[in-house]
């Protein structure tokens, strides 16, 4: 036998393997594409994946399918498993032992750049697979899904923070007053900026990417971070995210976060966003759902309502404090704000708990985990590592795709 054949052999099973890693999750044919796109060595083709993945025994019915979906879309889009590839490598998810946060914002800032420039659609939702109405599809639903939350309104002000190329600024630019959407890539804004021309009532900055002190105190109704939070934790910064971020809501005011982080637990993500919430009175009204049919994003939706809510002018209920009134988005809405949450509560609600003021020592050791906490932190609680850096990898792309 050749030597050439056990090196095709060991190749072929690292194939299938990568394959069968990237199924287990259960997610779309769209995020197995992406997340092969991201894991396979360079030099690996769409037609030879394709040959491997017709090859894999199915474990049930759903699995054959979605061989066969994964195999068709790789047969008839090479080169768009080529640019994904392209796109995928040019942002890198894990960091330096020696790279500070900012450094890490730099470089994110410079990634996004490239990314864009291979493509524009990818870069914002790999799964996507590059295409415009696969991106649309998603969007219209989480447009769906916040105007179902009430997040919404022609009175709100909302700021988007890591906004990409503007989609959600063009989604929603009838349902808002003023949106202003920050990004740290000058190539996003310049897109975004391009495709927003027009709507007069959103705005487009080039932001550092460290805090928010361009914006007062209590400017905004709402803030949204669609797949920008995992970059935040990445570099460090979402605790000073969340700090910004009740600093500039008024109050009441929401933060809906798609995706905290792409580290592949739902658990540590619930964690430290109940710990955040609770260090900077908000509650949390939807934790870590997955509300969407064509993108599996963990959906968070956080409420600032500590304090007075504005009287509701219709309604004649006077002002009152939400300190005794809590368990629901109904509960809140009803007790004096201006807007109506448009379906039944699907969050699971801290209740009292998440209005409770953390001492100063317990925030500290609750604080969000910087990535240099990340490995001891998930030792503690008996995972690997390594397992979660490769999981990350696998978020980004399964986080960035719909499931048509
Ligand atoms: C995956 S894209 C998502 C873009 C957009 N939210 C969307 O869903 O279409 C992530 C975006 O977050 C931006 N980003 C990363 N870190 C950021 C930071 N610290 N501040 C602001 N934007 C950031 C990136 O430049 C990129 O445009």
């Known amino acids: 036998m050749s030597a050439a054949a056990p090196k095709s052999a060991k190749r072929r099973t690292e194939i299938r393997s990568a394959v069968e890693d990237c199924m287990a999750a259960g997610v779309s044919a769209e995020a197995v594409i992406a997340r092969l796109a991201l894991h396979l060595q360079a030099g690996i083709g769409a037609a030879e994946v394709a040959e491997i993945v017709l090859d894999i025994v199915p474990s049930d019915s759903g699995d054959a399918e979605k061989l066969q979906e994964v195999a068709g879309l790789l047969r008839r889009k090479p080169d768009v498993f080529a640019t994904l590839r392209a796109t995928g490598a040019a942002v890198r998810h894990e960091r330096d032992e020696d790279e500070t946060d900012a450094a890490v914002v730099m470089r994110l800032a410079s990634s996004f750049d490239a990314a864009s420039a291979i493509s524009e659609v990818a870069s914002v939702q790999l799964a996507s697979l590059?295409?415009?109405?696969r991106l649309s599809a998603t969007t219209d639903e989480i447009v769906a899904w916040l105007?179902?939350?009430?997040?919404?309104?022609?009175?709100?002000?909302?700021?988007?923070?890591?906004?990409?190329?503007?989609?959600?600024?063009?989604?929603?630019?009838?349902?808002?007053?003023?949106?202003?959407?920050?990004?740290?890539?000058s190539r996003m804004i310049s897109i975004a900026s391009e495709q927003c021309a027009g709507l007069r009532n959103v705005e487009l900055r080039q932001t550092s990417g460290l805090d928010l002190t361009a914006f007062d105190d209590g400017s905004f109704d709402c803030v949204l971070a669609v797949d920008s939070f995992p970059y935040l934790v990445l570099a460090g910064m979402a605790e000073r995210h969340f700090d910004e971020i009740a600093r500039v809501l008024k109050r009441p005011g929401w933060l809906a976060l798609l995706n905290y982080s792409y580290r592949g637990s739902l658990f540590l993500d619930r964690g430290d966003i109940k710990r955040l919430a609770e260090a900077h009175q908000l509650r949390v009204v939807i934790d870590g759902e997955k509300p969407f049919r064509s993108w599996d994003g963990d959906a968070f939706l956080l409420a600032?309502?500590?304090?007075?809510?504005?009287?509701?002018?219709?309604?004649?209920?006077?002002?009152?404090?939400?300190?005794?009134?809590?368990?629901?988005?109904?509960?809140?809405?009803?007790?004096g704000g201006k807007k109506h949450f448009g379906r039944g509560s699907q969050g699971k609600g801290t209740g009292a708990g998440a209005m409770t003021n953390l001492a100063k020592d317990k925030i500290e050791e609750?604080?969000?985990?910087?990535?240099?906490?990340?490995?001891?932190?998930?030792?503690?609680?008996?995972?690997?590592?390594?397992?979660?850096?490769?999981?990350?990898?696998?978020?980004?792309?399964?986080?960035?795709?719909?499931?048509?």
């Open 130 to 133: 590059g295409d415009k109405q």
């Open 147 to 185: 105007e179902a939350q009430a997040f919404t309104g022609i009175d709100r002000d909302i700021l988007d923070i890591g906004c990409g190329t503007g989609r959600f600024e063009r989604a929603l630019s009838k349902s808002f007053n003023r949106m202003i959407g920050i990004d740290i890539s």
């Open 304 to 335: 600032r309502c500590d304090g007075t809510l504005p009287r509701d002018p219709s309604s004649g209920v006077e002002a009152e404090t939400l300190k005794s009134v809590t368990n629901s988005k109904e509960d809140i809405m009803a007790s």
């Open 366 to 404: 609750n604080a969000v985990l910087s990535n240099r906490d990340k490995k001891q932190h998930s030792e503690e609680r008996g995972l690997d590592g390594n397992r979660i850096k490769s999981d990350q990898y696998q978020d980004h792309a399964a986080n960035q795709l719909p499931k048509d």
